[in-house]
T-cell receptor, first 109, second 118 residues
Framework: GQQLNQSPQSMFIQEGEDVSMNCTSS?????WLWYKQDPGEGPVLLIA?????ELTSNGRLTAQFGITRKDSFLNISASIPSDVGIYFC?????????FGTGTSLTVIP | GAVVSQHPSRVICKSGTSVKIECRSL??????MFWYRQFPKQSLMLMAT?????????EQGVEKDKFLINHASLTLSTLTVTSAHPEDSSFYIC??????????????FGNGTRLTVT
């Protein structure tokens, strides 16, 4: 199956700092999704993007659908301890969804 | 919002036995459900697509005789790990889309099943 590449692989930041991560693919996607996964749980949807160039916010989270349709970015502003987790991007190919390699975020109080 | 329930959340079994994991869509009907496997510190890998009333579609490298999938109703898909071995120990997660939410509706996930084979 396809795999989406995320960077950075991991981040250690101070509480209050802003975070930026991205996801790239060799294929074009018409939908980009961003999920957060806490340990031992299933991923939870954060933001869905449906249009190239689209910029969507959800509270302190902002995500953008790249113009080339081959990338997407997720930003978290003013990080807090509960932002800790693994963030995954995902994109559909046909009826199936494939996930990025993940970005592990650690927030230091 | 769309809710997907998965059961059990944890299971420990002996090598050679079979384990069944259930995935239910609670407030929508899902003609298609997806099964993922996740090893520690790794991403989610799609194992198979479960299709209501027909055979599942397996990803390359996934043994269909080992990972039996049944999608007998519009709200229930089951994954049975047959003759489990320690290397099958992993986190299994199911997901589904609510088709009434549109063609590009996102996946919603269950809380996963931690399988440990001793």
């Amino acid at each position: 199956g396809q795999q989406l590449n995320q960077s950075p692989q991991s981040m250690f930041i101070q509480e209050g700092e802003d975070v930026s991560m991205n996801c790239t693919s060799s294929s074009i996607f018409n939908t980009w999704l961003w999920y957060k996964q806490d340990p031992g749980e299933g991923p939870v949807l954060l933001i869905a993007l449906y249009k190239a160039g689209e910029l969507t916010s959800n509270g302190r989270l902002t995500a953008q659908f790249g113009i080339t349709r081959k990338d997407s970015f997720l930003n978290i502003s003013a990080s807090i301890p509960s932002d800790v987790g693994i963030y995954f991007c995902a994109g559909p190919t046909g009826n199936q969804f494939y996930f990025g390699t993940g970005t592990s975020l650690t927030v230091i109080p | 919002g769309a809710v997907v329930s998965q059961h059990p959340s944890r299971v420990i079994c002996k090598s050679g036995t079979s384990v069944k994991i259930e995935c239910r869509s609670l407030d929508f009907q899902a003609t298609t459900m997806f099964w993922y496997r996740q090893f520690p510190k790794q991403s989610l890998m799609l194992m198979a697509t479960s299709n209501e009333g027909s055979k599942a579609t397996y990803e390359q490298g996934v043994e269909k005789d080992k990972f039996l999938i049944n999608h007998a109703s519009l709200t229930l898909s089951t994954l049975t790990v047959t003759s489990a071995h320690p290397e099958d120990s992993s986190f299994y997660i199911c997901s589904a889309r609510d088709p009434s939410a549109g063609r590009n509706s996102p996946l919603h996930f269950g809380n996963g099943t931690r399988l440990t084979v001793t």
